[in-house]
C-alpha cells in the first residue's frame, strides 16, 4: 500500500501528469486495461463517492459507504488524452446498467466518471453524449467532481498482474 500512497503523494500529481477516476464495476480488471495504457503513469484502486472516511472492502461491499470501487489514474498528456481514456472507460463497461456490471450487484459497482477540473467535464459530458448515440438504452453514467479516494488493500493492488481474475469487468 506504502508504494501506490507514494507514487501519488498526498493526492496531487506532479506538474507533467494529470489525474482521472473512473468506476466501471469491480475495480480488477477496469485497473489493468488502464495500467496497460501507454502514457499511464500509475494506477490504483480503491473506493471513492461515499460517506464513510477510510472505508474498507468489507465496508464497501455491504453497500452501505455509498462508495464506488474506483480506479485513480496518474497519466502524462503528451502520452495519452483523457479522451483515449474516457473512450477506454466507455468499452470496460456497460453503462446503462444502474448499480450493475455482469455478475456483480450494488451501488459499489456503479458507473462514475469522477472529474478533476473543468475540462474534464466538458469532455465527459461530450463523450457521454457520442456514446448514447450507439445504445439502446439509456445510459445511467453519474459526472461528479472527483471526491475523496481511500486505497483499497493492499491485495486488491493491481490483483489481475498478481494472478487474479480479470473476469468480473465487462467490454462492449
Known amino acids: 500500500m ?14 507533467s501528469t494529470e489525474r482521472a477516476a473512473f468506476a466501471a464495476g469491480c475495480f480488477w480488471g477496469v485497473e489493468e486495461e488502464f495500467r ?14 461515499g460517506k464513510v472516511p477510510n472505508a474498507t472492502y468489507k465496508q464497501v ?19 495519452v488524452s483523457y479522451e483515449v481514456l474516457l473512450d477506454l472507460f466507455w468499452r470496460l ?11 456483480d450487484f ?16 466538458e469532455k465527459a459530458l461530450q463523450t457521454i ?4 448515440t450507439e ?15 481511500y486505497f483499497a488493500e493492499d491485495y486488491h493492488q493491481q490483483y489481475v498482474e498478481k494472478g487474479g481474475i ?3 469487468h465487462f467490454r462492449r
Open 2 to 15: 506504502e508504494l501506490f500512497k507514494t507514487k501519488f503523494g498526498s493526492q496531487t500529481n506532479s506538474e
Open 36 to 49: 496497460k495504457t501507454r502514457g499511464v503513469v500509475a494506477t490504483a484502486v480503491g473506493y471513492s463517492g
Open 61 to 79: 461491499c455491504a453497500g452501505t459507504t455509498g462508495h464506488a470501487e474506483s480506479v485513480l489514474v496518474e497519466f502524462d498528456p503528451k502520452e
Open 93 to 103: 463497461h456497460d453503462p446503462t446498467t444502474l448499480n450493475q456490471q455482469g455478475p
Open 106 to 121: 450494488g451501488e459499489q459497482y456503479r458507473s462514475v466518471i469522477f472529474y478533476f477540473n473543468d475540462s474534464q467535464k
Open 129 to 132: 453524449a457520442h456514446v448514447q
Open 135 to 149: 445504445l439502446k438504452e439509456p445510459i445511467v453514467t453519474e459526472i461528479v467532481p472527483k471526491s475523496a479516494f
Open 166 to 168: 480479470a473476469s468480473c
